[in-house]
């Protein structure tokens, strides 16, 4: 991860790659929280189904664009958190997703969708070539 005046130095490498990591976690979770509002918009279950598709395809293309596991894994977990947090119930009795279809979809296929999507970027990541010695 170098720039044009040379490789970062050890400690401000690793301070980028952690930043970058969090950002891709909080991707996940802004979109589990978006989601998790308009999962039963118009057509109900194909928006659902729509979602997990879309963070399908974050994981993938997270997993490819840095070519690491974890950067397939972190959005999906950012997404589950928020997801699931937000479908337990509240002490008043109020829930925001749903048992519907449209949030049954929105949730078990999102979950299926993080996982498949994240095990595709796991073997599927373009393999990086040892650097010569």
Known sequence: MGTSQGSLPDGAQRALTAVGYLLLFMLGAFQGLIGS?????????LIAIILAVIIFATCVACGWGLGTFGAGLLPAVGWILASFILAMSRPNGSVVITATAAGECYLYGGALACAVGSVTAFFTRPRRPAPPR
């Open 37 to 45: 509002f308009q999962y039963s918009q118009a057509p109900a279950p």
